[in-house]
């Protein structure tokens, strides 16, 4: 008998290690791509995910974080239910979680995260690439913001919430009614079948963290036209002071091809012999898009543009037709879904939208 007691000790002991040490794996009896294999538990999604506006002070959030599906109406929180996955939705089967949540219920998020040593003294921004549908999110306790909307990346600025050292604590709390709610949805049902496709509820993008100058460069909008051979830049500066002024270059590779400065958020810039961009010959202008304050630098963000003009025109015959930088290209016009069967919303990996985007031209 303490022979059997001892054995069975040994046991226990030996499983709890490896449940602790392997708190996720991918949901099996369900389709996987080839890519599932390569998600990494750590570290999965770990690319930079917004090339349209790059700065390098930034810490990826992807990995395992607490989860809880609660009541909607009693939402406190004690014991979490385990690890999922993120950014890969709830339902999802790289989630590791592969649950339903209905609309009584809301899906809840904890993770940690200690802060690298050079974001102190910066402002802090808490970004969301997409939560479907409506979250909100807390800080060390404290609301920062509450977002509606699936499709869309966000942001709150977390700076005031948070403690001056050691691990700070990030709530988000999502409720997603998907097809008993009037929100957008797309082709989401809770029960797929036929044409229909699985619900995809809470975090689907990459979360991350930046860290900013008290003045910085909340967005951009660069507008080409190949007709005057000129690209227009607009930029939205946060906390912007007298005297400030905005400079952009643009770059074909390591050449800089043109570069401007002004004192208004507005710049044009000539782009001598533009190369077009097109299916055949995708070119794009690297931009570096700075603030300066008495001839120091900010702010600075990279970017990129292509040369190309989307119109409509007749053609000979007064049929009305798609242009391509002013002359008429066949639209072709597959169908792609959009949806993985492991990640749902979410590609497995890279590797696997770039195979996807390849393989569809």
Same mark, same amino acid.
Not at 74 to 89: H, M, Q, R, W
Not at 132 to 150: E, Y
Not at 220 to 225: E, F, G, H, R, S
């Given at each position: ?12 002991? $030996? ?39 790059? =700065? /390098?002070?930034?810490? %990826? ?10 009541? &909607? ?7 979490? /239910?385990?690890?999922? +996955?993120?950014?890969?939705? $709830? ?11 209905? &609309? ?20 802090? +921004? ?5 939560? /479907? ?6 800080? %060390? ?18 700076? /005031? ?69 000129? $690209? ?23 050449? &800089? ?15 001598? %012999?533009?190369? +077009? ?8 202008? %690297? ?14 963000? =990279? ?5 190309? &003009? ?52």
């Amino acid at each position: 008998m303490r022979k059997f007691s001892l054995l069975f000790l040994i046991t226990f002991l $030996v499983f709890g290690a490896n449940a602790q040490t392997t708190p996720w794996k991918i949901v099996e009896g369900k389709i996987s791509t080839a890519w599932a294999e390569q998600v990494s538990a750590t570290t999965p999604l770990p690319e930079y995910p917004r090339p349209q506006m790059i =700065r /390098d002070s930034w810490l %990826n959030l992807n990995g395992l974080w607490d989860y809880a599906i609660k009541a &909607k109406q009693t939402p406190e929180v004690t014991d979490y /239910d385990g690890k999922i +996955l993120v950014p890969f939705a $709830v339902e999802s089967s790289l989630s590791g979680i592969g649950k339903t949540v209905s &609309k009584e219920n809301v899906l809840l998020y904890r993770h940690t995260v200690t802060l690298p040593k050079e974001f102190k003294g910066k402002t802090i +921004l808490l970004h969301f690439g997409a939560v /479907d549908w409506q979250c909100d999110v807390m800080v %060390n306790g404290m609301k920062v913001g509450t977002h509606t909307g699936g499709y869309d990346p966000f942001y709150f600025d977390i700076t /005031d919430a948070l403690k001056k050292s050691g691990p700070q604590e990030i709530k988000v709390m999502v409720w997603d009614p998907s097809d008993e709610g009037p929100q957008p949805r797309g082709k989401q049902v809770k029960t797929p079948k036929s044409i229909w496709y699985t619900s995809v509820t809470g975090i689907w993008q990459t979360v991350w963290l930046e860290a900013v100058p008290k003045t910085y460069i909340e967005f951009t909008k660069l507008v080409p036209d190949i007709d005057q051979k000129t $690209v227009s830049l607009h930029a939205a500066v946060k906390n912007v002071q007298a005297g400030d002024r905005l400079k952009m270059s643009a770059w074909d590779g390591t050449q &800089k091809v043109a570069e401007q400065d002004t004192d208004s958020l507005k710049v044009t810039l000539a782009i001598p %012999n533009p190369r +077009l961009w097109s299916p055949a010959d995708p070119f794009l202008y %690297n931009v570096r898009i700075t603030i300066m304050r008495g001839g120091k630098t900010i702010d600075e963000v =990279r970017s990129y543009f292509g040369m190309r &003009k989307i119109s409509m025109a007749p053609d000979g015959n007064g049929i009305q037709r798609m242009l391509l930088n002013n002359e008429f290209l066949f639209q072709y016009g597959p169908l792609d879904q959009g949806w993985w069967p492991d990640g749902l919303y979410t590609a497995p990996t890279d590797q696997a939208l770039k195979f996807d985007i390849e393989k569809t031209k």
